[in-house]
């Protein structure tokens, strides 16, 4: 019986940046894939919370009196742009998945990151988590990056 080929997709990702690479494990002369690892990149416009936050929230009127008082931000800008980021990131996800490109997920990420993402991946996602980590694996070339998360999974043959 022959051994079945693993699919593996990998989300190396921060508050700011993310990357999915595609097909680890691929090697020339694989049959069923057409396309060496591939990366999907996205990011977040780097902002600085001052320039976020240069727009005042504005005045209200307090119910007992006509005074006035400031309002305050009804959240973090910083982190409602790195749930955005995510919520990017999981829906090339899911659209992965449901083609069939992928049947395990390895996530690494920066802790806070990590732990936003494990609120927000539904359920199907989280089945298909095999390995999480907290790494910075970001600022690595595309070719280190498979090699490192192809040693790190245990896959036997990574582009090189």
Known sequence: MPIEKRKVWALVMNS???????????????????????????????????????????????????????????????????????????ELLEKGQRKGSFRELAIYAEPQVLGELRKMLPKPLQEAVTHEATANYLNLAPQDLSAKLAADLGIGHALR
């Open 16 to 90: 700011a940046h993310a990357r999915i690479v595609r097909n680890l494990g691929w090697k020339p002369g694989d049959d069923d894939e057409s396309s060496p690892p591939a990366e999907i990149e996205r990011q977040i416009d780097a902002k600085h919370l001052r320039d976020i936050m240069a727009d005042r929230p504005g005045r209200s009127f307090a119910s007992f009196s006509s005074r006035r008082s400031a309002m305050e931000y009804g959240s973090d800008p910083l982190a409602e742009e790195t749930r955005g980021l995510i919520r990017e990131v999981i």
